[in-house]
């Protein structure tokens, strides 16, 4: 993760307005900065796009803009991030992911070492979750008109054979799984945001959940949909499965899976670990009569180590989502309405 | 171009962190601005990931992040830059250009009506280019940390078959084609910026180039290598292939077409009209034989009716571009160092 600065890029410790012009300034940061670390056959051509060979199936294709602030948290930063954000929206939808490109929008005046730790860490990422970046661009914008360094990636992969994945295929007495606990990402971002000090230390989940959903789909058939809760939590991922499919959703809240530093982040700052942001971690609905299977292959992988059942699809409420809560009183879970934890990803 | 508000949007006449927070907010944006506006079964999903047919060829894949200060400016803005820019990558790689993601970066603050306006600018571009944009995303960040709209988009497509495009391939004797006059968009970006004022209204060139791409690849074998020449202008493309062949190029400055308008624009901003950035032309470079065919398909075509022969590769001067002036005197033409025309895409 460490990155020093090489020799021609020295006489520019921060970023500068040529950086994004497109001429040897522009050249200088590719060739010594980004290529090293990205290295790879497509992206040494140093063209505007990369050629990359037929992926041979159906294309999967996914997008994400990243402006997490601040930069760096504990258990990542906005490189990791970039990096796994995409990764997982092409595995959730049933992907081998392969190829990822990278935007980078720089404020003038962001320090080159940040870019570089940043930049060393994306590549990081990339290695451990096997793809690489083939492709980017870098945009330079004037101090005050930006906020140190946003990323977008695009993530492009094959569909796993035999998957078939849609909200549409929900069931009632479907079950629902969760790969882990709850609330990581969004609270260890939100507690040195907000300086709070907790005995443990909350630490970000993200991490890439590719392997994991091959698990899961080791026996595709039964496999009705699986999502990674980023922003808007558990609440939004299983609001849009119950509206898509028009079945109804009941969470059990006993069975949840959330750290007692996150429970207690969260009531300090009047939030429900259901509407916190995860990075690294899945919600999976598989038919009745598989559940208990992929469970056990979720607890074999080291993501899915913590995975639990949380609930099921019902015909009780279609198109709502429902938590049964400690005391056995039932209340509908609502999605966030609109602004709680700005800038988390 | 027009663009209505949507009932359900109205009450939030400017963008507002929330509608960045993957809940109820973000929701409506995406149904009731982007789905309308860019409508097509893979993005009727609404899931954070496309599934598309196989390409059935090599994959071509692109991405520009596009800052362009101000977001409208005479004969275009920010929406049909983000389209055309990325889908002339592809051309130029010899691709047809087939699906496009936009990830957007918000400011808090932002007129509703002004993305409204973008996102009908966009959807306009992509049917125009015939592409569709098949999936996003949409952060928001707080006023002072973002400039209204930032947008990255990527693009796949497929390599077109018996296309093998490299500035490798480059050998000493090849003619270099432009396809029309140079520095049309960088100086109407700058004159709406400086408030400059010309009897003529200098109009951006922002265009889709692949049609004009697949005309001059009707007879592929003499095609050494298509370039935009955007950011750095046609300086930096004809560097990057100089350097990149080893291969010396020699352009005919008299020879190059550009609008007197232009002409008189740079003078007074001390710039040369090779430096400046296009966003609807090309050059090609072919073998000699193939020119003066090449040069009569795009004359043929729109988007090349003023192209010209503008210059030739040497072995004289390897990895070397210069320039052949009024006076007959031969210049070295070296690339912009660092900044010169900020923010133009």
């Known amino acids: 993760m460490e990155w020093t600065c090489p020799l021609p890029l020295r006489d520019y410790p921060t970023i500068v307005m040529g950086h994004g012009a497109g001429g040897q300034l ?67 939808a049933g992907a081998i992911p392969l190829h990822l490109s990278a935007a980078f929008i720089l404020e003038e005046g962001l320090p080159l070492e ?18 690489h970046i083939v492709t980017g661009d870098t945009k330079v914008v004037e101090r005050g008109h930006g906020d140190g360094c946003f990323i977008a990636t695009t993530g492009v992969g094959v569909l796993r054979k035999g998957v078939e994945l849609s909200p549409a295929a929900v069931r009632p007495g479907d079950v629902i799984l969760c790969s882990g606990y709850v609330g990581d990402h969004g609270m260890a971002v939100m507690s040195v ?34 999502r990674d809760p980023t922003r808007g939590g558990l609440a939004s991922a299983l609001h849009e499965i119950a509206r898509q499919s028009n079945v109804g959703l009941r969470v059990d809240e006993t069975a949840l899976p959330v750290r007692p530093e996150v429970r207690a982040a969260c009531e300090l700052l009047g939030l ?70 700005p800038r988390i990803c």
């Open 26 to 92: 522009s050249a200088e940061l590719t060739e010594h900065l980004f290529l090293p670390a990205f290295r790879n056959p497509a992206l040494e051509a140093l063209t505007d796009a990369a050629v990359l060979p037929s992926l041979g199936g159906p294309l999967v294709f996914s997008t994400d803009a990243f402006v997490v602030r601040p930069l760096f948290f504990p258990g990542g930063s906005v490189g990791e991030l970039a990096v796994n954000g995409t990764v997982n929206d092409l595995a959730m």
């Open 114 to 131: 940040t870019l570089g730790r940043i930049v060393a860490r994306m590549a990081e990422a990339a290695r451990r979750a096997g793809v």
């Open 193 to 226: 945001r907000e300086g709070l000090e907790f005995e443990t230390l909350i630490e970000s989940d993200c991490q890439p959940l590719h392997t994991l959903a091959a698990a899961i789909l080791e026996d595709p058939g039964p496999v009705r949909v699986l």
């Open 272 to 341: 429900d670990p259901l509407h916190v942001a995860n990075e690294g971690k899945l919600i999976a609905v598989v038919a009745p009569e598989a559940a208990e299977a992929a469970l056990a292959r979720m607890r074999r992988h080291p993501a899915g180590a913590d995975a639990a059942i949380i609930g099921l699809a019902t015909d009780a409420h279609p198109g709502v989502v429902a938590v049964r809560t400690a005391v056995s009183a039932t209340r509908v879970l609502n999605m966030i309405f609109g602004e709680q934890l």
